[in-house]
T-cell receptor, first 111, second 117 residues
Framework: LAKTTQPISMDSYEGQEVNITCSHNNIATNDYITWYQQFPSQGPRFIIQGYKTKVTNEVASLFIPADRKSSTLSLPRVSLSDTAVYYCLVALYNQGGKLIFGQGTELSVKP | GAVVSQHPSWVICKSGTSVKIECRSLDFQATTMFWYRQFPKQSLMLMATSNEGSKATYEQGVEKDKFLINHASLTLSTLTVTSAHPEDSSFYIC?????????????FGPGTRLTVL
């Protein structure tokens, strides 16, 4: 299985850009990389998903190098409300898109 | 779009009773639904994968006779915790996707907090 490894915690300040890097050395050819955000006592919220290179949407960018063994979630100009746990996940192609959650990164944004 | 709801949002029950949790995809048809459990300060743990019209596939270590899953339609899956005990108290979260493909986004419900007394 494509296990993911990401920092346990990160601190930032309002207005800064935050980059969270995740490693997934065992990713398979047809697996996708996806990121979720979770607030306490809520279900995870989808942020962004990609297969290779760069993906950008209205809230974040996802950078994936050619070997796909890592990915970086970039959050531009974070605010206090971005304080949450961020999960990097690999959607397993051979197992119906199953997601196996790791420990996530607890991001704390300070004023 | 892509909204998933769960009912109830929280439930308290006595030990030995059964509790049913519903997961609905409100604006799309979900071929595949997943059920997770999350204990305080821990990550989500996948319990089972549910495909419409077929039996659920349970993860290793999850008792299929205790956690009954029914995916009767493309918009509804239910999880029944049978003979609940205090150790079953947890946050149960479902997710739904259009199909069983790695490229299809899983949309998560808001979760159900189960407390067994």
């Amino acid at each position: 299985l494509a296990k993911t490894t990401q920092p346990i915690s990160m601190d930032s300040y309002e207005g800064q850009e935050v980059n969270i890097t995740c490693s997934h050395n065992n990713i398979a050819t047809n697996d996708y990389i996806t990121w979720y955000q979770q607030f306490p006592s809520q279900g995870p919220r989808f942020i962004i998903q990609g297969y290779k290179t760069k993906v950008t949407n209205e809230v974040a960018s996802l950078f994936i190098p050619a070997d796909r063994k890592s990915s970086t979630l970039s959050l531009p100009r974070v605010s206090l409300s971005d304080t949450a746990v961020y999960y990097c996940l690999v959607a397993l192609y051979n197992q119906g898109g199953k997601l196996i959650f790791g420990q996530g990164t607890e991001l704390s944004v300070k004023p | 779009g892509a909204v998933v709801s769960q009912h109830p949002s929280w439930v308290i029950c006595k030990s030995g009773t059964s509790v049913k949790i519903e997961c609905r995809s409100l604006d799309f048809q979900a071929t595949t639904m997943f059920w997770y459990r999350q204990f305080p300060k821990q990550s989500l743990m996948l319990m089972a994968t549910s495909n419409e019209g077929s039996k659920a596939t349970y993860e290793q270590g999850v008792e299929k006779d205790k956690f009954l899953i029914n995916h009767a339609s493309l918009t509804l899956s239910t999880l029944t915790v049978t003979s609940a005990h205090p150790e079953d108290s947890s946050f149960y979260i479902c997710s739904a996707s259009f199909s069983a493909g790695a490229e299809d986004t899983q949309y998560f419900g808001p979760g159900t907090r189960l407390t067994v007394l």
